[in-house]
């Protein structure tokens, strides 16, 4: 089992930054790559960003280049979400998740909320 918690979120203006952290505990081995998702009210959920925890190669939704940026220390076996330039739209509960590869979850996170204000 792989234990994730995030944290990081909170309320912000727009065009500010947040860095958002996921921490695993557990048999963080198992899992090869984290990826972040987000899910606004009454939307599905999306995928965000995704990182290889050995390589540190990463991908990124369309609509999030070049604003967000995923990172890992695998020495705390932590996984980070910078964003920049927040806009309305951004405004979610972002999830972090584990697994296999990154199309393929086995463990989630609860979420940490993230409300950007105009």
């Known amino acids: 089992q792989v234990q994730l918690v995030e944290s990081g979120g909170g309320l912000v203006q727009a065009g500010g930054s947040l860095r958002l952290s996921c921490a695993a505990s557990g048999r963080t081995f198992s899992s090869a790559a984290v990826g972040w998702f987000r899910q606004a009210p009454g939307k599905e959920r999306e995928f965000v960003a995704a990182?290889?925890?050995?390589?540190?190669?990463?991908r990124y939704a369309d609509t999030v280049k070049g604003r967000f940026t995923i990172s890992r220390d695998k020495a705390n076996n932590t996984v980070y979400l910078q964003i920049n330039s927040l806009q309305a739209e951004d405004s979610a509960v972002y999830l972090c998740a584990a697994g296999k590869n990154w199309f393929e979850y086995d463990y989630w996170g609860q979420g940490t909320q993230v409300t950007v204000s105009s």
């Open positions: 990182i290889y925890l050995s390589s540190g190669f990463s």
